[in-house]
């Protein structure tokens, strides 16, 4: 059952009681009481209870949908009581559990009214049969007929329904096109993308689109995947009756819609819009229907993988199901018939022990990836001897991994991979036994140990899956053994050490991907390690060296992709690239120590696509790339400790969209042909010795470029303005906006917005290298108002800057004024230049010592002297936009800045613990936000000024603390309700502390 079974509530009249309190009571009362239960027709008390609680969520979601909607939905509660029930009746074998079972599972109860009628008999006959075979229980209706039994119901039902007659007369016929009609209301069908001949009375309904009939007409199959159907699922019209059982105990059939079509076989709506919940009791009436595809909708609730008696196929992926019905044993058929079912990418969050107790058991392939099922699965699993595929991928699972026992020789594809909690231990034996076995994927877990030299038993993989994980060992030879099959092995991002011991991998001659990233390998790398491999990737290992490139190897022509990048390889790029295989892609040797000059052969590959050499010891002359001009999109060649020396070649490489030339030595100008690289988005030429003015033709490039550093090179002149016509509405890296390069784009506003300027002087003079947090300040290429603690409107104006206990020091300069737009600024609780003077105190006797965080009675015999450190700028009181201004506990001096007082929107300012002398009336304040916290400086007696500042307007005052030496000495503090709640912090506000005598 889905998540109401586990809700909890109070359920006794507002006590402590849980659903598993009475659902413990019911137990016992069942198990151990046994006074006649099975016949007495009387439910206790706290059975009812427990049911009434575990699916109260379930009764609220469907009131919810029922007054959204309209109409009356079958929903959660519905399945909540049958789950209820049912495990009790098969628990504990209990006859009165069984019949509301029954009744609960194959009717249609509302929430506010109760049992309505039973719209399923098949699935009642079905569990009629289960309960007199398992517990010699003949069921009773305990809603129409209380204590009754009901007679031939099945066989009475075969004769009306399945014998195609109802008092002698056959109706089923009757209800083929009316159906269908429905189904064709109930879903927009004048919307649907074809709709041919539907509804037309002179065609008949077989020859509507996506309908087959049999040679009677009754219709055996409807197809109407991606044909943009709308609405709830068209189980039937929801204003009539269908089945249902009258007082006589016969069925009667009434009402049109899917679940009376017979003799349907078949049933794909996948790929269209449908919504809401399955009501599935009747669907189990189509004895006949085995396959079932409802994937690829919006279909929500719980969901039914057994919705009919002969199901072989059920399809429900790409929905939003949150819930799974377990496989239930009274569904004696579909737990027999089913084969297939994908039940992946929804939301099902659910216990896998629960949700597979009773799987079926010929299933054959079972897919359930891409959900949030969670704990361990269960023993049932070694029990399925036709199982081929069985994926579970991207869920919450944990524990140990399972033996697939009696699946070993039939499992083919097995994809237990990224789960957030992770398998642990080691992989059972069973499965590298498993003959069959082509996929084997069970990367991201957390299992462990070594890969055993049984993988080379597993003759049949292809695929092979075992990266991020904890696997520790060498790599095994005998996976040379998988000759012929294996053709994608990826053990990247484990722990595994040693050599690699090449000469058997060769004998994976179908093998065209390898990965081995992101482990403690050493040794040699040879990276045509198969005769077809395609993909070859050992980055982040310690590899030392590296195997030239051989052509009589048959990997010289395939090889597409290879990286060897974060290794120690050293070695000269002569020797190692001279035979590179000519139809390479992508080439990443990054971070090495690959040095040399670069040879001519890169010259000749008209594949290539990304290059990427930076953070090595290259030197010499760039390379051309002349063949690859057409192909080359990415070419890092930067950050070299030797550098490559002269000009950028004038013939740039027209196609690229990132060059990285930075940290070489490159002289010379910047070639005016660059304008050829129209599809250009960065352009790295930092850091190297580059001269003349900046080509105006850069400005050509057709709107392409995000990211320009010409940073620390030689260049003089002016930034061209076709450079900055390029930016269009972005802003200009920082760097170029700095005014010591004289450069014009500075002046340029669009470009080199005043307010980052006024941030980016901000923080150099407040230290901002010393700061907690700066996170993206300064960053060249990420906006401002990304900026820690910087908040910009929609136009990209800053109006807060918040930055309190962040470290900050040094001086406020003028510049603040350039945020004009304002409303809130907090640097309060910084460090501007404080001197602690927690080491200074020895004489004091001080029973409560805040600003230290400790208490101390040691006496000390210093005087202290703390210095000005800079008053407010006036600018801050021209900041007319202003509504929170917070600039306590710094060490500001002077008297507040002018114009405070003119702030008309300004509703709180904190000065205190500052050394401002003066106040301004702030007559303005609306105290009705902030109350007492409106405008508190330091004020009032006792204080550490020669002379207390005044403040009228103050709505808090903060009074010094120690006021005389007699109070220093004083064994007892002064009261803190003196200090009307401000926070007691030794700051430069003193002037003195005098010595005792």
Not at 617 to 627: K, N, T, W
Not at 964 to 979: D, G
Request: proline share 4%; net charge negative; charged share 20%.
């Amino acid at each position: 059952m889905g998540p109401a079974s586990t809700h909890c509530c109070f359920c006794d009249g507002g006590g402590s009681t849980t659903c598993e309190d009475f659902r413990s009571k019911c137990q016992e009362y069942i198990h151990v009481l046994d006074v006649g239960f099975n016949e007495s027709g009387l439910v206790a008390p706290f059975c009812k209870e427990a049911e009434s609680c575990s699916c109260e969520e379930a009764a609220d979601h469907d009131v919810k949908i029922d007054e959204y909607g309209g109409m009356e939905t079958f929903g959660l509660y519905n399945e909540c009581k049958c789950d209820f029930w049912f495990r009790l009746c098969e628990d504990a074998g209990v006859g009165e559990a069984c019949d509301y079972a029954a009744e609960y599972c194959c009717g249609d109860y509302k929430y506010d009214e109760g049992f309505k009628y039973l719209n399923s008999p098949t699935c009642y006959c079905d569990f009629f049969n289960y309960a007199q075979k398992e517990f010699g229980h003949t069921l009773k209706s305990k809603a129409l007929n209380i204590g009754k039994e009901i007679g031939n119901h099945c066989g009475q039902y075969q004769d009306q329904v399945a014998g195609l007659k109802l008092e002698g007369v056959d109706y089923r016929r009757e209800f083929e096109r009316p159906s269908l009609e429905t189904i064709y209301n109930e879903t927009s069908g004048k919307k649907w993308t074809n709709s041919d001949v539907w509804m037309n009375e002179t065609v008949d309904h077989c020859q509507w689109y996506g309908i087959s009939c049999d040679s009677d007409s009754f219709v055996t199959s409807i197809d109407l995947r991606d044909n943009n159907l709308a609405g709830q699922f068209p189980v039937y019209t929801r204003n009539e009756f269908s089945y249902f059982l009258d007082i006589e105990n016969n069925w009667i059939l009434s009402k049109y819609g899917l679940a009376n079509l017979f003799n349907l076989k078949s049933v794909v709506l996948a790929d269209n819009e449908l919504t809401g919940t399955i009501e599935y009791a009747p669907l189990y009436n189509l004895h006949l229907l085995t396959h079932f595809d409802v994937s690829g909708n919006q279909l929500s609730g719980e969901l039914d993988a057994l919705v009919s008696p002969s199901l072989t196929y059920a399809d429900f992926h790409n929905n939003r199901f949150t819930s799974m019905r377990r496989f239930e044993k009274y569904k004696v058929s579909p737990l027999q018939t089913l084969r297939f079912c994908d039940v992946s990418n929804n939301a099902i969050q659910q216990d896998a022990s629960d949700l597979f107790e009773d799987i079926p058991p010929n299933i054959e392939r079972f897919l359930a990836s891409n959900n949030q099922i969670y704990g361990s699965l269960p023993s049932s699993l070694n029990n399925l001897p036709k199982l081929r595929q069985f994926d579970m991928s991207s869920n919450a699972l944990s524990g140990s991994f399972p033996g697939f026992t009696e699946s070993f020789a039939t499992l083919q594809k097995l994809d237990m991979s990224k789960q957030t909690n992770g398998f642990i231990g080691s992989i059972p034996d069973n499965i590298w036994r498993s003959l069959s076995l082509k996929v084997l994927n069970l990367a991201d877990n957390r299992l462990t140990g070594s890969i055993p030299s049984l993988v080379g038993n597993l003759a049949a993989l292809e695929e092979f899956d075992l990266s991020n994980n904890l696997f520790s060992g060498q790599i095994p030879s005998q996976m040379g053994q998988l000759e012929g099959s294996l053709k994608h092995l990826c053990l990247s991002n484990n722990k595994l050490t040693g050599t690699i011991e090449y000469r058997p991998l060769y004998n994976l001659s179908s093998l065209i991907y390898f990965d081995v990233s992101g482990n403690q390998l050493r040794g040699e790398v040879d990276a045509l390690v198969t005769p077809s491999l395609t993909h070859a990737d050992f980055h982040n290992n310690r590899f030392t060296s590296m195997s030239r490139f051989k052509k009589y190897k048959q990997s010289f022509q395939t090889l597409r992709f290879c990286d060897v990048s974060n290794n120690a390889i050293k070695h000269k790029s002569t020797d190692l690239l001279e035979n590179i295989p000519p139809n390479i892609e992508q080439f990443f040797a990054s971070n090495n120590q690959i040095y040399g000059s670069l040879p001519e052969s890169l010259n000749n590959l008209p594949k290539l696509h990304q290059f990427n050499m930076s953070s090595n010891a290259l030197s010499g002359s760039l390379p051309v790339f002349a063949d690859s001009s057409l192909s080359l999109q990415q070419l890092d060649l930067s950050n070299q400790k030797n550098g490559f020396t002269g000009s950028i070649p004038k013939d740039p490489w027209r196609f690229l969209e990132v060059l990285n030339l930075a940290g070489n030595k490159l002289t010379g100008p910047i070639p005016p042909d660059i304008r050829k690289m129209t599809t250009l988005e960065e352009f790295d030429l930092s850091n190297n010795f580059l001269s003349g003015q900046i080509p105006s033709q850069l400005g050509q490039l057709a709107g392409s470029l995000q990211v320009l550093d010409l940073a620390n090179n030689g260049l003089s002149g002016r930034i061209p303005t076709q450079i900055g016509n390029r930016f269009d509405s972005s802003i200009a890296p920082l760097s170029l906006c700095i005014e010591e390069f004289d450069l014009d784009l500075a002046s340029d506003t669009k470009f080199c917005p005043v307010e980052r300027t006024a941030l980016s002087d901000f923080y150099d003079s407040t230290k901002g290298a010393e700061w907690t947090n700066s996170t993206n300040w300064l960053d060249e290429y990420v906006h401002y108002c990304d900026w820690h603690g910087v908040t910009c409107d929609d136009s990209n104006r800053v109006i807060k800057l918040e930055l309190r206990n962040n470290g900050l020091s040094g001086r406020l300069r003028e510049s603040i004024g350039d945020l004009a737009l304002m409303e809130v600024l907090d640097l309060s609780d910084n460090d501007i230049k404080v001197i602690s003077v927690c080491s200074f105190i020895e004489s004091l006797t001080l029973i409560y010592f805040i600003a230290c965080s400790h208490q101390t009675t040691t006496p000390f015999s210093y005087s202290i002297q703390f210095n000005s450190q800079g008053s407010i700028p006036t600018e801050v009181g021209q900041l007319s936009e202003l509504t929170y201004l917070r600039l306590s506990y710094n060490a500001f001096t002077g008297t507040a800045p002018g114009g405070l007082e003119e702030l008309t929107k300004l509703q709180l300012l904190q000065l205190q613990s500052n050394r401002i002398t003066e106040m301004p009336l702030m007559t303005q304040l609306d105290e009705s936000k902030y109350n007492e916290s409106a405008f508190v400086t330091d004020c009032g007696v006792p204080s550490a000024f020669d002379e207390a500042p005044k403040c009228e307007d103050c709505t808090m005052c903060c009074e010094y603390y120690y006021s005389n030496v007699a109070q220093f000495a004083s064994s007892s503090p002064i009261p803190l309700t003196q200090f009307h709640s401000c926070r007691m912090q030794v700051t430069p506000m003193m002037t003195a502390i005098p010595k005792k005598k």
